[in-house]
């Protein structure tokens, strides 16, 4: 639905395009699909720091962060190019498209609904600005895409939205209700991935525990069932499982990951606060102690498990003890690294009418002092491997004459740069750490 209609110069025809994505593998995956069908209709693709008659720009929304690096890489494509076409799609385009239009220079923004029509009005432009949102509840279709990186790992998408309403999130106000792909979809995507040399795909959704919902409907599949139907797959490939809340991961999933022949062992599991009370203010659906459960369950069978955890901090209510009851559950935790979020208040949230707001410096601090955990927790996984063998995928990228890749349970390796090695996994044996952190 066009919502907005303002003059703008005419331009030429739009040959080619290139894209930025922010935000989250499931954004990147997307916008895989739709520059690859861009492609296959005669568009050139380039790289965003070329030029370009478009740039298309993939959104989100997570933190005020995000919303401010939309304005910079908007300016960062009209200094290549002053007359460019300028195109908004994702989950900020979503929610604030009359605010995204006002932005000098964007030409068109496209909601959840419309972003995989972008070929139609690539081909069609005209002399005026576009903005197509969309109600959000009209979203209940599943839209299958993957993105390829270097040609040696690829993220599939087999859910999207979420039904949850965590009291921080605008995720459900973005991407609306739960649903996923089919496993026989997913299978045949895999097999087309695995068809291109890929070695590693990387299982992606909004809410990747509640896969096997259709149209808000269950339907006769799991996440379970998903990962025992591919682990089954005569493919020389492995497979990695991005977040899962951890509700959601079931002692049945731990189990099977610890023996599948496929599935690695590497876990991305949020838990935002380690306080009680900061949980049930933020309408999580799991306290500390289930979340211990599911670390020790994990570490019990398999000790070599890298497990990554986000944390949120500032969130309204958090006083210096509740901050301190979260940072000594972390401590406590045998885990692997901290992906630390500074909590951003976001329009249309709960969590905004909360009392007791957290002051921005604090906020600062008390996120230094997590990532410095972070490091350290980090630096100790490492060590704990030491002397040890793994199967490391290596990139494509000549990154300063060296060439890295990670192992199955995530540790990143270096070595000299060696063309013969991109895309292969190799085992490597890691003798030490270097001055910059990566297994040698």
């Known amino acids: 639905m066009s919502i907005s209609t303002v003059p703008i110069e005419s331009r030429k025809k739009i040959s080619s395009v290139a894209f930025h994505t922010l935000g989250c593998k499931l954004n990147f995956s997307e916008s895989s699909y739709i520059s690859k069908s861009l492609e296959e209709n005669d568009f050139k693709i380039v790289e965003f720091n070329e030029y370009a008659d478009a740039y298309v720009i993939n959104t989100c929304s997570v933190t005020e962060n995000a919303d401010n690096k939309f304005r910079y890489f908007v300016k960062q494509a009209l200094k290549i190019n002053p007359e460019a076409f300028i195109a908004a799609i994702g989950c900020y385009a979503q929610l604030k498209p009359k605010e995204l239009l006002s932005v000098d220079g964007v030409d068109l923004v496209l909601g959840a609904a419309d972003k995989f029509n972008l070929l139609d009005y690539l081909k069609n432009i005209d002399n005026s600005k576009k903005n197509h949102s969309c109600n ?9 895409s993957y993105s390829l990186n270097h040609r040696t790992r690829a993220f599939l998408k087999v859910q999207d939205g979420c039904d949850y309403k965590c009291s921080f999130c605008t995720i459900p106000l973005a991407r609306g ?15 087309k991935i695995a068809s291109q ?26 996440f379970l069932n998903l990962i025992k139907e591919l682990d089954l797959l005569d493919l020389d490939l ?43 203010l933020m309408r ?46 972390l401590e406590t935790l045998d885990i692997s690294y901290l992906h630390v979020f500074t909590y951003s208040e976001r329009d249309n949230t709960h969590a905004i009418t909360l009392p007791n707001i957290v002051k921005s410096n604090i906020r600062s601090k008390r996120s230094k002092l997590l990532r410095i955990l972070s490091s350290r927790k980090k630096v100790n996984f490492y060590k704990k491997h030491l002397g040890t063998r793994h199967n490391v995928l290596f990139e494509s990228e000549n990154k300063n004459g060296f060439i890295e890749g990670f192992s199955s349970n995530y540790l990143r390796f270096r070595r000299k740069w060696d063309s013969s090695l991109v895309g292969s996994v190799v085992k490597s044996k890691f003798k030490e750490i270097d001055s910059e952190g990566f297994a040698v």
């Open 177 to 191: 209700k739960s649903r996923s792909n089919t496993i026989s979809n997913v299978i045949d995507n895999v097999k």
């Open 238 to 280: 492995r497979f990695r499982i991005s977040s899962i809340e951890p509700n959601l991961l079931s002692d049945e999933i731990i189990e099977f990951v610890s023996t599948s022949k496929k599935f690695v062992h590497h876990f991305h599991i949020p838990l935002q606060s380690g306080s009680d009370t900061i949980l049930k």
């Open 284 to 329: 999580r659906r799991y306290d500390a102690d289930l979340y211990e459960s599911r670390i020790n369950k994990i570490n019990e069978l398999m000790p070599n498990a890298c497990i990554g955890v986000d944390v949120i901090v500032g969130f309204p209510g958090e006083d210096d003890d509740k901050f301190l009851e979260s940072m000594s559950f």
């Open 136 to 144: 959000i509840n009209e979203v209940n279709f599943f839209k299958e």
């Open 197 to 222: 040399n890929i070695k590693e795909i990387v299982l992606t959704g909004i809410n990747l525990g509640d896969f096997g919902k259709t149209s808000n409907k269950a339907i006769n599949s799991n």
